[in-house]
């Protein structure tokens, strides 16, 4: 079965203390794999999409990274406008690869 | 700037009482979804519109219906809303093709009393 999982679930960290997120993937074919932020009641901010291992992409503190088996979504010294919950989704290549698999979320809180 | 638009951001609703929730979008994005999302859990999608064409997920109740009159807008219909259908529910949008993901509207939260 077509599956994503995240860990931690919530991660508290201190202003400037860099940690990386996890997600695990475990699918019958990847088309992408996509990094999202939401704030609580406001929809997922869409950040990254990665499509093979070894990809990488950066965006100020944040910076993603693939393998053939995970993504980790790094954050280097975070600061509090970056607590959010992070989502991670995998898309599919094959069959209906409209449909994203979702994990449930890591929700990272930064301490001033 | 482009984006997509949820009216209205808070509904309560009656149990039972039929209730419709509106997305669009500038964005003029072919696919557009709508999703479920209850506290602590991840979105779950109901169905899709690819262009005209409708694309309904196996496991959604069919309370839930959906109408795309045109590229732009698009409507969740929740035909008797009941207790468990209260949540946030979230439209999104896609370019069939594109490396980008998706674009997603700030979502309406509906209350069911």
């Known amino acids: 079965e077509d599956q994503v999982t995240q860990s931690p679930e919530a991660l508290r960290l201190q202003e400037g203390e860099s940690s990386s997120l996890n997600c695990s993937y475990t699918v019958s074919g990847l088309r992408g794999l996509f990094w999202y932020r939401q704030d609580p009641g406001k929809g997922p901010e869409f950040l990254f999409t990665l499509y093979s291992a070894g990809e990488e992409k950066e965006k100020e503190r944040l910076k993603a990274t693939l393998t053939k088996k995970e993504s980790f979504l790094h954050i280097t010294a975070p600061k509090p406008e970056d607590s959010a919950t992070y989502l991670c989704?995998?898309?599919?290549?094959?069959?209906?690869?409209?449909?994203?698999?979702w994990g449930l979320g890591t929700s990272l809180a930064v301490n001033p | 700037d482009a984006m997509v638009i949820q009216n209205p951001r808070y509904q309560v609703t009656q149990f039972g009482k039929p209730v419709t929730l509106s997305c669009s979008q500038t964005?003029?994005?072919?696919?557009m979804y709508w999703y479920q999302q209850k506290s602590s859990q991840a979105p779950k999608l109901l169905f899709h519109?690819?262009?005209?064409?409708?694309?309904n997920e196996a496991d959604t109740p069919d309370n839930f219906q959906s109408r795309r009159p045109n590229t732009s807008f698009c409507f969740l219909d929740i035909r008797s809303p009941g207790l468990g259908d209260a949540a946030m529910y979230l439209c999104a949008t896609s370019r069939s093709g594109s490396t980008v993901g998706y674009t997603f509207g700030s979502g309406t939260r509906l209350t069911v009393v």
């Open positions: 989704a995998v898309q599919l290549n094959a069959g209906n690869n409209r449909k994203l698999i």
């Open positions: 519109y690819y262009d005209k064409d409708f694309n």
């Open positions: 964005l003029n994005h072919n696919v």
